[in-house]
């Protein structure tokens, strides 16, 4: 199974309103191969503030500078996509679940 990280700048500003969207093309792509144990992302790019995560399987997933996924972690059901703010640098870290 897979999950794909897309990274993201801050969401723009219009009228002091921030919109709920992500702007396109992403700043980076990439694909992780989740299995029963952890696997990290590479590093997020200089002006990555936001990933968008998308698994097909269930995962629980951990961010930072070195980290490693559990299944006590952050849990994501399969086939769904969510949105985090991350720092630069961070990476991101997944391992399956039920």
């Known amino acids: 199974m897979a999950v794909y990280v897309t990274e993201h700048p801050l ?17 980076a792509t990439q694909k992780l191969t989740n299995g029963a144990v952890s696997v990290q992302s590479a590093a997020f790019n200089a002006a990555t503030r936001m990933i ?7 995962i629980s997933i951990a961010v930072g500078t070195n980290p490693t996924a559990t299944t006590s972690d952050k849990r994501m059901a399969a086939s769904t996509t969510e949105y985090f703010f991350v720092e630069a640098g961070q990476r991101l870290a997944v391992i399956n679940n039920t």
Do not use: C
């Open 52 to 58: 968008g995560v998308h698994t097909d399987a269930i």
């Open 11 to 27: 969401p723009r500003v219009f009228t002091g309103n921030p919109l709920p969207v992500v702007e396109l093309p992403p700043l």
